[in-house]
């Protein structure tokens, strides 16, 4: 017998957008559901990221003079993800993500505006595109929130101008090359965030939500506006079992434990394991460390541990959302390297001193190539992105601003650490321990290929996703450009990640599966806590939140068309359709 402190119909286990959007869909079809978080802000690993969603097909295609199908888009994702998922989730996610995401702007304060030119990570494979699949969330203004804002995530500073404004993706592709129009959108965004009084006598944080806070922030205040309860320092100890189904959860609240009834289903939407060094060890290539992480540091894999005790089956565990990052002294996640790396002038060493990748691929590519290349004498985890005085003066790089907005002698202490610097190539490889010999004869070979705008050995600029980072200022290869002026730089890059994508296996309900193959009753996971639908591949911008979101949307349903509510009995403890 379980003594139960709180009841509800459907408990959420996160508060990403993921799970944030499983809530609303569940209240929305009359099921009283509660929201809990482990940590003390509301948003996870969501907030702090990119806040878009990949939705090929989407309903803003056309009007945007775009062409999509959803036969198109499964032919791609069967193309990239090499015939590794062929349990139905990928035509489930194409056949319902359009349905989420108009539900959420009919329904909810959420609102999304498709990329017309933001290409799929691998346009050229069949079935890619050049754009409209990537959507991002309309900015949102805080003040909505009142005092619950100051209770989300916040962004992470590299998405923020001067680490404290905040930017949609449009205005940051502008200014990191300084395109037409630049010096208006700089005081644009400087006027916007200082004329918010009010706001800043609240906080020094931008009201102006853009990117995951956006998305995060009008999730939230439409939970608000139905009353669903959202429970921070909340932490999942284990899942609680009633007759043949999962029924509940005991947390940890406050210091309190609890027991929670879920009459209907629990949603594990707790993100991934990346956080758990421990893990870590166990399932990924290594070297491995989870301080190389972006994400926030609660996500130490919570809802997978919980799942696996009650014989839940996982599936993609040695994979991450890789990502090459950067650490900063003091900071509590490292730096991703987006999109640095695709602009003209840098190249990606290890220590032999030679190249081993496209530099301009995308980041998860970026770090698979770094374990696969790593060997004894030439150690690409770490690597080293070298670049030269014009790469340093005109472009950003992590927590670098560019050298016209913050020169060499302005760079703050905890800065100069993340950035070596010497007058010549063999100076600044005995700094960073990388062979001499190799790196000159790498950048000689490099800076010949980049005159003539063709990198004949990676190919970088020749894709037209490497091509949407580059500087168009640069020609005939936006993405090309020669090491030649000193000084010479280096960062230290790691094999870092935005989330792991090994979790627990789901169905296209996203129904957690059984050892012996059938679904756990009641029990559903989604987002980083479910083995990715993705395989081991990265299709396109928010391939992370639009699986998320689209697979929270299904499980809501799927628990109200099993529900008392729905049917007058009990049916979850007979079927799992």
């Excluded at 509590?332 to 003209?344: G, I």
């Amino acid at each position: 017998m379980i003594r139960w402190d709180e009841c509800c119909d459907v408990l959420v286990i996160g508060s990403g957008a993921g799970g944030l959007t499983a809530a609303l869909r569940a209240h929305d079809l009359g099921l009283d559901t509660l929201v809990i978080e482990k940590s003390e802000q509301y948003g996870g690993t969501s907030a702090v990221s990119g806040g878009g969603i990949w939705i090929p097909d989407n309903h803003r295609v056309a009007a945007l003079g775009g062409a999509d199908s959803a036969a198109e888009a499964v032919a791609y994702l069967k193309a990239v993800t090499q015939g590794e998922v062929d349990d139905g989730r990928i035509e489930a996610y194409v056949e319902h993500a359009r349905s989420m995401v108009q539900y959420l702007e009919r329904d909810t304060r959420v609102r999304f505006e498709a990329q017309a030119h933001y290409t799929d990570y691998y346009p050229e494979v069949p079935g890619g595109k050049p754009g409209y699949r990537s959507m991002d969330p309309l900015p949102f203004d805080a003040a909505q929130l009142g005092d619950e804002f100051l209770r989300m995530r916040a962004p992470s500073p590299g998405t923020l101008m001067m680490g404290r404004m905040a930017m949609t993706m449009k205005e940051a592709r502008v200014l990191l090359c300084r395109g037409k129009g630049w010096m208006g959108l700089t005081a644009k965004v400087l006027w916007r965030y200082w004329r918010d009084r009010k706001g800043r006598r609240l906080s020094r944080r931008d009201r102006y939500l853009t990117l995951g806070n956006a998305l995060v922030g009008a999730l939230r205040c439409s939970l608000l506006d139905r009353g669903v309860p959202l429970w921070l320092d909340c932490r999942l100890d284990q899942l609680l079992i009633v007759g043949e189904r999962i029924g509940g959860a005991r947390v940890l609240r406050d210091g309190q434990w609890l027991n929670i009834k879920a009459r209907q289903g629990v949603i594990i939407a707790a993100g991934g394991f990346e956080r758990n060094q421990a893990m870590r060890e166990q399932y990924h290539p290594q070297p491995s460390n989870a301080g190389w992480s972006a994400t926030p540091p609660h996500n130490t894999g919570d809802g997978i541990r919980a799942a696996v005790a009650v014989g839940a089956r996982t599936a993609l565990m040695e994979h991450s959302w890789w990502a090459p990052t950067v650490q900063v002294a003091g900071e509590e996640k490292q730096r991703a390297l987006f999109v640095e790396r695709n602009l003209p002038g840098c190249i990606l060493v290890n220590s032999a001193g030679e190249r081993f990748v496209n530099e301009g691929a995308p980041y998860s590519d970026i770090v698979y190539a770094m374990y696969a290349n790593n060997r004894e004498g030439a150690t690409s985890v770490p690597c080293w992105m070298v670049f030269d005085a014009q790469f340093r003066r005109k472009y950003p790089c992590g927590p670098l601003l560019p050298g016209y907005a913050q020169p060499d002698w302005r760079l703050p202490a905890h800065l100069r650490q993340v950035l070596h610097k010497a007058d010549d190539l063999g100076t600044l490889a005995a700094q960073i321990g990388v062979d001499a010999t190799g790196l000159g004869r790498t950048v000689q070979r490099f800076n010949a290929m980049a005159a003539q705008g063709r990198d004949d050995d990676f190919g970088k600029g020749e894709s037209l996703f490497d091509r949407y980072y580059g500087d168009p200022g640069v020609q005939p290869n936006p993405c090309l450009a020669p090491l030649t002026k000193g000084p010479f730089y280096a960062v230290r890059v790691d094999a870092g990640d935005i989330g792991t994508k090994g979790g627990l296996l789901t169905n296209t309900y996203a129904q957690v599966l059984h050892q012996d193959g059938g679904p756990i009753l009641g029990l559903y996971a989604i987002g980083n806590s479910a083995a990715s639908m993705m395989g081991r591949t990265y299709p396109g911008a928010g391939a992370t939140l639009g699986p998320a979101m689209t697979f929270g949307y299904l499980a809501a349903n799927h628990i109200h068309a099993h529900s008392e509510h729905n049917q007058g009995q009990p049916t979850l403890a007979t079927t799992g359709r």
